[in-house]
């Protein structure tokens, strides 16, 4: 029977005798298998090599010195008998192999003597005192290769540190020739920037752009959505930094691993629109068999939701409450920390009638429960998670848009001639008692809004149709109050729905559910109602 019997490293030999910093030594022995740990006197070793459970080898460490060679393992230690001589050469480097120009950033090979005790290498500029440590890459008593770094001229000296058995010295400047350090800095011939909207796409032209690590308006640093040596293109960003309206700041760059930077301009002009604006957002109605599971649409944050994160990231609480989210129709029940949780936000649906209708999530107890998260009919990937009644949490409501109508009829041609600058309680203010917003009459709101309204006779049942709509709503949302029998009651805020496209697929009640899509543009009030 064959037994292995744990025990503690037994160091039988070792070789050479004496080494450098960087040396390798090679240990025969006993168990050395488990061994975890490697001292030379007490300084711990890198384990560069286990060979077998007889043989390991270990690197002599920086600023060792000669001492006895120890092993650890989970059972014990063991200690050779004989101390290995650690040997405290300089580094002699060979003149006539240094490349006398580099680039930042690229790797640079030295040639010499005892390159393998060098413990760093440093870059200092012609007449600086700031060193610069280079990344060593590898190295072995003939030569060293480390990546040229950051330095801050183009003339610089290369210095060796290493230890010579009792402090840590350095080669001096003049040991190697001067090098010529290619910094390429990024120069932008660019110097028109004028006022921009957050949003645009600016482009800079110039040299060595592609040296360029970020750009930044203000202190707000932009995605870079194109970099090339000659062009570089960046989105001007929105922060809450920047008020709503004119904005005048800098733009500025950084390169160089980010320790240089630029600035370009202190009069970058950012206009920061007094309206969320979504352009060309896609959903799809409660059909499983679509490209894509994503239903939900928030005018708060402009983002389309696929229904695998109904649950957690746009109406958690509907999920958590079900039924019991509303008292009734657009009539929340939940806190109003609760409430104000949830973002606002909208889908579309088939109905048996084989029509395609908008909705709000809190004016139907049935309508969630018929979105899946996947193509499964099974009740656990419902959204919901069961095929029971559940409200959504904000409560929305809708007006069309009549084009025949005058004072609707303005508001659409201020959409549509891109003159829709403000949404706030100046430009569309309440009248509780007149029953209006703005001009806009809210007597008779509705709930839901399906395309025989949005889209008279455009779609008709049971027939595929892919075709532009041009159509408009208001969509206004509720506080945590809900939708009075007044409907300019208790606005927290409202917007604009530009319906642009619908591929149209929906049949009536014997066939799958509707997997119609809607495209649309959303225009979004940011501020809530001051009453």
């Not at 030999?13 to 910093?21: C, D, E, K, L, T």
């Not at 012609?126 to 990546?147: D, L, R």
């Not at 709000?360 to 899946?372: I, V």
Request: glycine residues 8%; aromatic residues 10%; negative net charge.
């Amino acid at each position: 029977m064959n037994e292995t019997i744990a025990s503690a490293p037994v160091i039988e030999s070792f070789m050479p005798a004496q080494g450098s910093v960087g040396s390798k030594i090679v240990v025969t022995g006993k168990a050395l298998n488990g061994v975890t740990t490697a001292l030379l006197g007490e300084k711990e070793c890198e384990i560069a090599e286990r060979l077998s459970n007889t043989s390991l080898t270990i690197e002599v460490p920086n600023e060792a010195r000669t001492g006895k060679i120890t092993l650890v393992n989970a059972e014990g230690e063991g200690v050779s008998e004989s101390e290995f001589a650690v040997e405290y050469p300089a580094p002699l480097a060979t003149a006539s192999s240094v490349q006398r120009e580099v680039e930042m950033g690229n790797k640079m090979l030295i040639s010499g003597k005892n390159m393998n005790v060098i413990s760093a290498v440093y870059f200092t500029a012609n007449g600086g005192t700031v060193k610069h440590e280079a990344t060593v890459i590898s190295k072995n008593v003939n030569e060293i290769v480390f990546t040229v770094p950051y330095v801050e001229k183009d003339d610089a000296h290369v210095t060796f540190a290493y230890y010579d058995g009792t402090t840590t010295q350095e080669t001096a400047a003049d040991l190697l020739p001067m090098l010529n350090v290619k910094r390429y800095q990024p120069e932008v011939t660019t110097t028109e920037f004028g006022d921009n909207s957050v949003g645009d796409e600016i482009t800079l032209t110039g040299s060595y752009l592609n040296k360029i690590n970020k750009v930044f308006v203000g202190d707000v640093e932009c995605m870079v959505s194109l970099q090339t040596e000659n062009t570089l293109k960046f989105v001007v960003p929105y922060s809450d930094k920047f008020v709503d309206g004119h904005n005048q700041t800098s733009l500025s760059i950084t390169y160089f691993d980010g320790i240089e930077t630029r600035t370009l301009t202190e009069q970058f002009g950012v206009n920061v629109p007094f309206v969320y604006f979504w352009k060309d957002k896609v959903i799809y109605g409660q059909g499983r068999d679509v490209e894509s599971l994503a239903s939900f649409f928030s005018p708060e944050t402009g983002l389309v939701y696929a229904n695998s994160l109904w649950r957690t990231a746009v109406d958690p609480i509907s999920y958590k409450y079900q039924a019991n989210t509303c008292a009734g129709k657009n009539l929340p029940k939940v806190t109003e920390e609760e409430y104000n949780s949830v973002n606002p936000y909208f889908f579309f649906s088939g109905v048996s009638a084989g029509t395609l209708q908008i909705n709000t999530p809190a004016g139907s107890n049935t309508q969630l429960r018929n979105f899946y998260m996947i193509n499964n009919s099974a009740d656990e990937y419902r959204v919901t998670g069961a095929n029971g009644n559940c409200y959504g949490t904000p409560c929305l409501s809708f007006v069309y848009l009549n084009p025949t109508e005058p004072t609707h009829k303005a508001i659409i041609d201020q959409i549509k001639n891109g003159a829709l600058e403000k949404i706030d309680e100046h430009t569309f203010p309440i009248d509780v008692a007149g029953k209006k917003i703005g001009n806009i009459s809210v007597g008779a709101v509705k709930q839901s809004v399906n395309n025989t309204v949005f889209a008279p006779g455009v779609f008709a049942v049971g027939a595929e149709k892919s075709a532009d709509v041009d159509a408009f709503i208001l969509v206004i949302y509720y506080n945590v109050k809900g939708q009075a029998a007044n409907a300019a009651e208790n606005i927290k805020r409202i917007g604009f729905l530009h319906i642009k496209h619908v591929d149209f697929k929906l049949y009536n009640n014997t066939k799958a559910p509707s997997s119609s899509s809607v495209t649309f543009d959303m225009y979004w009030m940011k501020h809530d109602y001051q009453y």
